[in-house]
């Protein structure tokens, strides 16, 4: 299926073969992306995670893992449809995929590649279809080794689609391997792709044979279907010694000079691979799915992995403080235990010596109070008795002439007044009673008595 394009950082690029693999490691810098380092290791040795593994890191530094695919594995067609929208373009290759496949549906693995074009003219896709059970072995070998491609892909249709030029002819990419070599195969009529295959050729001096009856197939089929193109110009892209040996029967196929090209080195290839904007993608939806979801779990599983860590490290830091606390407690305990004594026999001074206090300031108080009650009282009353109600109230009771009876009124004011260093003696003074003689007896004296509330600030 088709993978959206991705935004990254950084881009590891994963060439696997018979021998060993290669990793090119690219950071981007714009719209370009900077070889970071290049590094080989052998079949079956695990690449370093800080470089391949997917961490929290991901969610604003995004890494994109991708994968090569050898040629011989790949089936793959070219296919015109109607004018359509981009996202209605999968609905309409899956509806033609029986006709287009060599292999079953349910046990294939497919993905396109959308060539540029206008807005009105026909679509051309590149569809590749490849067996799902060798997706899968490949897929079970990257993840062996600690790699998860987000993108699995054929090196050698991303490079012909990088150097190949829309137009009239025949595009040839190939290169030289263990077991043959490969020719990628592209003709080109009426400025659009119209054929596409990927074949094997023995490693002979009669390779460029076989390889021009290969074409020659192809161009009586493109005559009969009508888009054969009127000029056969062939490119062949190819390194200088394989372009040698084929450069003599491509001419003979194309009755003129063939165009050579270099192909581009692995580095150039890989960061080909890179920034390419690629929509084709091998790696199916539900493998693609479970790393997310394995990505997803890593993250809960750290993430609760860092609060247990915090979790402990609180604890240990609470029980730590807790005995540094029960030390410190201990030694005020002690402290404590060797200056009770000392404290009691405090606190015993302490209370004898308010006690004493309050007993010097309840004789000052009742001598205030008997020297005011004695200087106010009038020359004609007298002074029965005096009554100290602990320091705070002051009861006088005495006589006074029957016909002298307002001289207690004056005696109160008086009272009222009185003052000791400035300051009120009294706060209230209250006449309780004045009761007169008997009846028949009015040559006794008149009993009266007064309540006096103690101005005290000690007592406040």
Known sequence: MAAKTQRWTSCNVLAPTADDRTLWSFSRKGDQATLESEKRFAVGARLPAEQVAKTLRETWQPRLNIAWLPADKVFLRVVELPPAEPAEVPALIEFQLERLSPLPAAQSVWTFELLSGGPSEPITAI??????????????????????????ELPALRELLAVMKPGAGVYILASQEPAGIDCLVAWWGEGRLRHLSLGRFSNDSAAGDRLVDALRRTAWAAEVEGWLPASQGV???????????????????????????????????????????AQANLVPPEVLARYRQEFVDRLWMRALGAVALAYVLVVLGYLAALNVLDYQKGRVDHEIALNLANYTKAQQLKARLEILQEQVNLKFAALDCWQAAAEA??????????????????????????????????????????????????????TKSIQGPAAGRLDQPASWSLECEINRRDLE
């Open 127 to 152: 569809v590749a279809i490849v067996d799902r059970e060798v997706v899968e072995a490949q897929l079970k070998d990257l993840e062996a080794v600690g790699y998860r491609p987000d993108r699995l």
């Open 377 to 430: 009282l009038p020359e004609s009353m007298t002074l029965n008795s005096i009554i100290f109600q602990r320091g705070k109230k002051l009861g006088l009771i005495g006589s006074v002439p029957n016909d002298q009876q307002e001289k207690v009124t004056a005696y109160n004011a008086a009272l009222a007044k009185a003052e000791v260093n400035g300051r009120p003696l009294f706060t209230k003074v209250v």
């Open 235 to 277: 490119t062949l892209i190819a390194e200088a010694s394989l372009a040698a040996r084929l450069e003599l029967a491509l001419k003979d196929f194309a009755g003129r000079s063939v165009t050579l090209r270099e192909r581009l080195s692995p580095p150039e290839l890989a960061s080909v691979t890179a920034t390419a904007r």
